[in-house]
């Protein structure tokens, strides 16, 4: 592989942990590995591959670990594991994991409902995990409804920011991902937030967004976010995913439309578009999955009609 | 009604057009007239309601005439028709319009198809037609596939310029629409296109988009251009749309998503959202309809857990 000469962003596929984690019938193990194989073949690079967090929380990621070993088996792969606390952290580690995603929330309420402890109480964690990991772990923190919250509306900028001021000094190095749990933000908030942030904390190495589609402004806020500056993006392939405690907040941003919309731009991602269509059309049709985005139907229309013109040619 | 005294943009409701124009079934007379009763109920208040063209290219518009008559009748709507010429633009002011759109194409092999004619005769023809109507007929010109062509690709901002130079001067005045045919726009191109227009063309009194959401770039195109200063923007209700000479690109970005990403900036639209999107759930259900859009669905389930929660609180 040539290192891409164009300048470029970084997506990061979380179809495999936030995208799975809502589909009831179990994924078998097998295909798990199969669709992160896939999705290394098409040109992905980083790859949350799962939570390490309770069976009964998450029983569709309860193999985490046994995908976690086989990821460190595939060449090229920069696989990621979310943890809820240091205990959790510290068993990815001794699995395997290289990178670790902290989660916690800003709001008080969707802190409870997803992790069980006020947002104190997780800032307390994440300092414990940094303790407890090798400094050589990479750590990102996926600050979660920093724009809106399922049970208490809009998140005001002060209120990321404060938890922010707790949270960078901890370890100023840790990537940042702002998320937008509920797919409400618009692009106007992405801006004003990602712009105070990195005003407010110029030594935090990167910022990432976690952008979902549900009321159709994914790309505009991947958009706004990119011109605060900010290239690393999550996103899940075939537009899978929604978090359970966020009601009607399925579907992030489709790997495939962030793809093409910066493959446009003439930023490089390093990606086969059409070659990722395919996997993502095979993850949008899993069973009890839902799925999102608007490029695949729309490519996959296209090359049909190719494949119709070509046949009926020869 | 009051004056909103938010900021505000224009939402201009191009579904009993464009959204239109590609369903086969023959959407009756007074369904049309009602669907536009509908949205200026919600507060749409200004709405292309059809296309003076040979009832053999769009036979779904040629009680076109009927539904301006009724228009007319209806308080605080302002109808806008598209003509593809001098005669259509007659017929159409002496059946009662006082807006009339004019098309043409930057790509010569899109005009072709379009209206049958290159694109420096349709530049001639609208000075025909400008001299053909009295003064005071409101005069938008549709510029298709001012981004991409369905046929040739990628079109140049220096060819979009150029033909704009002829035009400009023609009627100053006269609003431009800035229109993604094929969706396949990104919103660095927007960006740049509509900055260098802006600055190129100060006397324009107003500029539009008309973004398609094939891609689900929609909404990020839109807000590339609100960015640059546009303040008017067409929509169609449910999504609903296509080119018929574009293949693949159904889809005008949806009023709705439009609607409620503005709202949700802070900027005003006049428009209700919850009861337009009962409007956009019926016109997302005409028979032979493409529809779009997100919000429409979000919504929806929104309203109806709503309702089952109120139903067994009762």
Known sequence: MTIPSRPSVEIVEVGPRDGYQGITPFIPTDLKISFIERLVSVGVRRIEIGSCVSEKAL??????????????RIPSVAPQVLVPNQRRGEQAVNAGARTLVFVLSVSESHNRA????????????????????????????????????????????????????????????AEICLCDTTGRADPKHVERLFSTCISRFPNVSRWALHAHDTYGR??????????????????????????????????????????????????????DLEALVAVARDGAALPGGLAGGRVRAAVTAKVQMQARSASSKA
């Not at 409804?145 to 002060?158: L, M, S």
């Open 59 to 72: 029983p569709q990621l309860r193999d985490t670990h046994e995908v976690l070993t086989a990821c460190v």
């Open 218 to 271: 994914g790309l505009a806020n991947v958009y706004a976010a990119y011109k605060q500056g900010v290239r690393t993006f999550d996103a899940s392939f075939g537009g899978l995913g929604g978090c359970p405690f966020a009601p009607g907040a399925t579907g992030n941003v489709a790997t495939e439309d962030i793809v093409y919309m910066f493959e446009r731009m003439g930023m490089a991602t390093g990606i």
């Open 114 to 173: 997803n992790v069980q402890t006020t947002p104190e109480q997780s800032v307390d964690e994440y300092a414990r995990l940094l303790k407890a990991v090798p400094s050589e772990i990479a750590m990102r923190l996926d600050l979660a409804t920093a724009f809106d919250c399922p049970y208490e509306g809009r998140v005001q900028v002060a209120a990321t920011i404060a938890m922010l001021e707790r949270l960078v000094p901890l370890r100023p190095g």
